[in-house]
Nanobody
Framework: QVQLVESGGGLVQAGGSLRLSCAAF????????MGWFRQGPGKEREFVAG????????YYADSVKGRFTISRDNAKNTLYLQMNSLKPEDTAVYYC?????????????????WGQGTQVTVSS
C-alpha cells in the first residue's frame, strides 16, 4: 500500500520560510517522479514543482521560481520543498505527488499517488 505523508506545514509571516517534507512508503521511490501541488481556498489544485528520478529534471511553476526549491533524498525515501520569501498568495494545502511516468507530473491527471496534504498559511 502506497503512502505519502507530508509534514512541515504551518503558519508563517510574509517573507518567512518553511520546509515541507514528504515521506514515501510502499512505492519504489527512487524510480518515481515526484512533485508538489497546492490548492488554495476556492481554487483548483495547481502544480508547484516537480523532480525527476535522480533529481536531474526540475520544474517549477512561474509563481514560485526563485523562491521555492524541490529536492529529494532517495536513501531516505523523502521529498522536500524549501519555501522562501513566502507570500500570502502561497497560502494553500500542499500535496505531495508521485508518478510512474518518466517525467515529473505537472498535471493532476499525471499523478498516480497523492499525500493527504499539509496546510501552509502565510499572514500579511
Amino acid at each position: 500500500q502506497v503512502q505519502l505523508v507530508e509534514s512541515g506545514g504551518g503558519l508563517v509571516q510574509a517573507g518567512g520560510s518553511l520546509r515541507l517534507s514528504c515521506a514515501a512508503f510502499g512505492v519504489t521511490f527512487a524510480s518515481s517522479a515526484m512533485g508538489w501541488f497546492r490548492q488554495g481556498p476556492g481554487k483548483e489544485r495547481e502544480f508547484v514543482a516537480g523532480i525527476g528520478w535522480i533529481g536531474g529534471s526540475l520544474y517549477y511553476a512561474d509563481s514560485v521560481k526563485g523562491r521555492f526549491t524541490i529536492s529529494r533524498d532517495n536513501a531516505k525515501n523523502t521529498l522536500y520543498l524549501q519555501m522562501n520569501s513566502l507570500k500570502p498568495e502561497d497560502t494553500a494545502v500542499y500535496y505531495c505527488a508521485a508518478s510512474r511516468r518518466l517525467t515529473p507530473p505537472r498535471l493532476a491527471d499525471e499523478v498516480d499517488y497523492w499525500g493527504q496534504g499539509t496546510q501552509v498559511t502565510v499572514s500579511s
